[in-house]
């Protein structure tokens, strides 16, 4: 399979024209870009090689919800991956419950959800049971053959300046494999990326990682030159 590369552009940029502007600049085969939903109609018309995705989704339970956007919407305005229990989310309140149902309203809707775990602190011993919890709540009861994308970020390695956070290789990779034999106890075949400060130096030492299918990129994918260059290691990892 080919590996990807996700843009969350999180709260960016700040106008229509900077969003069409880095769109246009970033509208690369095997890029997904997620910007926030304000620019989903012009980005969708925008991209002619990159595939469109959102930062997040809500349920359509019959009730009201003020301010949300539900995976109807969604589909309807051409997103076909979400981003689902990102951290930030997290420490606003949202639960893994909540996760667990957000990501069967994207299933149902047929859009695939990037499901984000991670642990709060670095080498924290109960990381493990943390990260088990995360995805037995989010994936269990779900039909083996769905196909979801499980991204490991770890919150310490996330938005560090210029990549000083970036988690240790050998420790992703650790996490990986036990975040791929957790996932399959539920799905069949997740597909399993990183993501916390990547950037076009460190992007190889992820991408070289057993089980790692690419990564999902926050700071730097609002950079449009240095996002390019981490589109081209991706293209060669895919011949
Ligand atoms: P970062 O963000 O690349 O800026 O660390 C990643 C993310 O939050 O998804």
């Not at 990807?4 to 552009?9: P, V």
């Not at 993501?195 to 790692?212: E, F, H, M, P, R």
Request: charged share 25%; hydrophobic share 40%.
């Amino acid at each position: 399979m080919n590996k990807l590369l996700i843009a969350n552009w999180k709260m960016n940029p700040d106008s229509e024209e900077a969003a069409v502007g880095l769109a246009h600049a970033t509208d690369l085969e095997g890029v997904i870009i997620c910007p926030p939903f304000i620019y989903l109609e012009s980005i969708r018309g925008a991209l002619k090689n990159a595939q469109l995705g959102a930062q997040d989704i809500f349920l359509s339970d019959g009730k009201p919800h003020t301010g949300e956007v539900s995976a109807a919407q969604l589909k309807e305005a051409g997103v076909e991956y979400v981003i689902v229990g990102h951290s930030e989310r997290r420490a606003l309140g949202e639960t893994n419950e909540l996760i667990s149902l957000k990501l069967k309203a994207a299933l149902s809707a047929g859009i695939r959800p990037i499901l984000c775990v991670g642990e709060g602190d670095r080498e924290d011993p109960t990381s493990e049971e943390f990260i088990t919890e995360e995805i037995n709540n989010a994936l269990s009861g779900l039909d083996k053959k769905e196909e979801i994308i499980v991204a490991y970020e770890p919150i310490w390695a996330i938005s560090s300046n210029e990549g000083a956070n970036a988690a240790d290789p050998d420790y992703v990779k650790k996490m990986i494999k036990k975040i791929i034999r957790l996932s399959r106890k539920h799905i069949h075949h997740p597909t399993v990326i990183y993501g916390g400060s990547t950037n076009s130096a460190n992007i190889q030492s992820y991408l070289g990682l057993d089980g790692v299918e690419g990564v999902l990129v926050g700071s730097v994918s609002l950079q449009s030159a240095e996002f390019a260059k981490m589109a081209e290691i991706i293209k060669k990892n895919n011949k």
